[in-house]
């Protein structure tokens, strides 16, 4: 259902029917309260949205208990629980505009606990792959953010379809092993908004809508929470870090990001990076510090280029898919990130320098 029929439909609803609800309260609920689409139409919906619908809601850490989690939380005959809920061995970092968990314990041990996390949320994993250290949830509507008049409160149980903020989000996990033996937790975020794809407004598309910094730190706070950390001591760790920053440069004729970090934290940050912009990383080479990606095309309807395809200078006529490979090397207490063609050859060209721009803006 469009968004002209939803939002007609709805003031319809609140004319008929508001003198005989006057009395009733509003519903209140969380900031952050998602829930798979998966019951969206198949026609001019993100992709991904195909997927199974759940009514499962997000409840904030701390608030209610259930059985299943009740009975995680006791202590097994012979098990101790010390390492899964020791305090202390979370805590998160920041730099730039990014921010992350640091986790004293193996990857293996948190991909359980993690993936729980995200079907508690209300999502749906789309992608759940544990060798790689990666998860993504399927697209999914943020129902918090729905008008919560009296109509909605009383109706929006029976006629929840009619109901839509024209908002997906979809988040990625990305799991990295450090070198101290324990695992740094990132999560990006992607959007999509719905929007009039004409003047006369009978037809919508789905098109990107930036980043969301504010939703992924607030994810990361419930991670924490999720991962033992109090919701004070989560809150106070959010409020703080320190921040760094990254320029484009020129080496050698070639355009070139210098970070002001270590080899080992920009090359997670670059990741996270990559994973915000709209490229997909077929593969990675830590040794040589170089990520092979690609960029995948987003938007459902063809006639509206991408982000990164109007970056590029896209127009209506479909482009080759564009590969690169995203270099990280160690300057000392710094670091340099370039942009390599498919075969490893300096790229210097007009994408490259866009592609510099974006990853250096991202990471500021």
């Not at 993100?46 to 939380?73: C, E, N």
């Not at 314990?105 to 993936?115: D, F, I, S």
């Not at 959010?238 to 080899?263: C, L, M, W, Y």
């Not at 915000?276 to 938007?299: L, M, N």
Request: charged share 25%; aromatic share 8%; net charge positive.
């Amino acid at each position: 259902m469009n968004l002209f029929f939803k939002s007609n439909f709805s003031r319809l609803l609140t004319v008929a029917l508001a003198a005989s609800l006057c009395a009733c309260s509003s519903l209140q609920t969380d900031r952050i309260d998602y829930k798979s689409s998966g019951k969206a139409p198949s026609l001019d919906i993100p992709p991904d949205l195909t997927q199974l619908a759940r009514d499962s809601r997000y409840v904030v850490p701390g608030t209610s208990v259930t059985a299943s989690s009740y009975k995680a939380g006791q202590p097994v005959a012979g098990v101790s629980n010390t390492a899964a809920l020791a305090m202390g061995d979370t805590r998160i970092e920041r730099s730039g505009n990014q921010r992350w968990l640091v986790v004293s314990r193996t990857a293996e041990q948190l991909w359980e606990p993690v993936r729980d996390f995200w079907q508690e949320n209300g999502f749906l994993l789309a992608l759940d792959q544990a060798p790689l250290g990666i998860m993504e949830t399927d697209w999914a509507e943020n129902r918090a953010k729905l008008p919560q008049d009296v109509v909605r409160s009383v109706l929006g149980k029976v006629f929840d379809g009619l109901y839509s903020t024209g908002e997906r989000d979809k988040f990625r996990t990305r799991l990295e092993r450090n070198a101290a033996g324990g695992t740094e937790i990132y999560i990006s975020h992607r959007g999509m908004v719905e929007v009039y794809g004409n003047a006369e407004k009978d037809k919508t598309v789905w098109q990107p809508r930036p980043v969301d910094p504010e939703l992924e730190t607030e994810f990361l706070r419930r991670l924490m929470v999720r991962l033992g950390v109090s919701q004070e001591q989560a809150r106070t760790q959010v409020a703080a870090g320190i921040k760094t920053t990254s320029r484009v440069a020129s080496q050698n004729g070639q355009p070139v990001v210098i970070v002001d970090e270590g080899f080992d934290r920009a090359w997670r940050r670059v990741g996270l990076t990559l994973d915000r912009t709209g490229f997909t990383v077929e593969d990675r080479d830590r040794a040589k510090g170089t990520y092979f990606v690609r960029y995948v095309e987003p938007v459902m309807d063809k006639s509206e280029p991408g982000l990164l395809s109007r970056i590029f200078g896209g127009s209506s006529n479909p482009r080759p898919t564009l590969k690169y490979r995203i270099s990280v090397q160690s300057q000392g207490e710094s670091s340099t990130v370039a942009v390599l063609d498919a075969t490893g050859a300096a790229e210097s060209s007009g994408n490259a320098q866009r592609i510099v721009k974006v990853i250096a803006d991202d990471l500021r």
